[in-house]
């Protein structure tokens, strides 16, 4: 079945996190256009397109590398807010809700890759 990922419960929390990180990127300086801003939004991006490239693998092997390379973008968004934060750019409470949603984005994703290897 083609374009299945869009059912994925992790792909539908993806895209919510890619909707905040969205709504708080906009906020960064116009110095961070080529900087932080442009690294965190193609690393959120990457989120969803992993999960969408790896949905129709043939293995399960290479479905579970798609969702761990998913995974590697998330923790580079979450550094990518790290550093906005020590530059005072965001305020610890949004990055409160970055760390919650991403969590909660990270922790499907493990799961689901788990859920791959086992089979």
Do not use: W
Not at 94 to 109: D, R, S
């Amino acid at each position: 079945m083609l374009f299945r990922f869009r059912q994925f419960p992790v792909y539908k929390k993806a895209k919510e996190f890619r909707k905040l990180v969205k709504k708080l990127i906009i906020k960064f300086p116009a110095s961070e256009r080529f900087g932080l801003k442009d690294q965190i939004d193609r690393a959120t991006n990457s989120i969803c397109l992993n999960i969408a490239e790896g949905s129709n693998r043939s293995s399960n092997k290479d479905k579970a590398h798609f969702m761990n390379q998913a995974v590697t973008s998330l923790e580079e968004v979450i550094s990518g807010f790290d550093l906005v934060l020590d530059d005072k750019i965001i305020t610890q409470e949004e990055m409160n809700e970055v760390l919650q949603l991403g969590e909660e984005v990270g922790k499907q994703l493990i799961g689901f890759s788990k859920s791959l290897t086992r089979s």
